[in-house]
């Protein structure tokens, strides 16, 4: 088999900036308004809807990291009918889903229901968390980073030009 090679090589090579930037949305992020496990949830679902199998493999990780059992995590994929999520989770996944799929956006009956579970900051940090992850995917879906592989690794040493 073939070891799996990135179609770009590390951005950071090219954008020595983009570290910051990462790191800056990171922190914006985790907050403490919202639970870090409720991040990690929704940037999982968006790689699955992506088809990012690199944010796949690493929200799935981050969510191991950080305790979850692994029936939750799997049944992110399917979670309109998992019992396993809080309100708060399911209303979360719902607003990735919204932003992501084609259609109407997100109406404002949902936004209704988010804020029934989260006060502006928080609703404010589950929105800056769903743009960082679309910050994120065509990063993976252009460039293709290697699966599974940590940060600052996951980038073959391509010289295309």
Not at 30 to 47: Q, W
Not at 48 to 71: C, I, K, M, V, W
Not at 132 to 142: D, M, S
Request: proline share 8%; hydrophobic share 40%; aromatic share 8%.
């Amino acid at each position: 088999m073939t070891e799996l090679q990135s179609r770009l090589p590390d951005p950071m090579r090219f954008f020595p900036g983009m570290g910051a930037i990462a790191a800056g949305m990171s922190k914006a992020v985790h907050n403490g308004t919202i639970p870090d496990s409720t991040v990690y949830l929704v940037h999982l679902r968006a790689g699955q809807l992506a088809g990012s199998t690199y944010h796949t493999l690493r929200q799935t990780g981050n969510l191991r990291e950080a305790g979850e059992p692994e029936d939750r995590i799997t049944a992110v994929a399917s979670w309109r009918d998992a019992t396993c999520f809080t309100e708060a989770e399911r209303v979360a996944l719902e607003l990735v889903e919204a932003v992501l799929t084609p259609g109407p956006g997100v109406p404002d009956e949902l936004f209704a229901r988010a804020s029934a579970h989260y006060d502006d900051h928080a609703l404010w940090t589950l929105t800056v968390a769903i743009g960082q992850i679309c910050f994120f995917i065509p990063v993976a879906l252009i460039a293709r980073p290697i699966p599974g592989r940590p940060v600052g690794q996951n980038y073959s040493p391509l010289s295309r030009r």
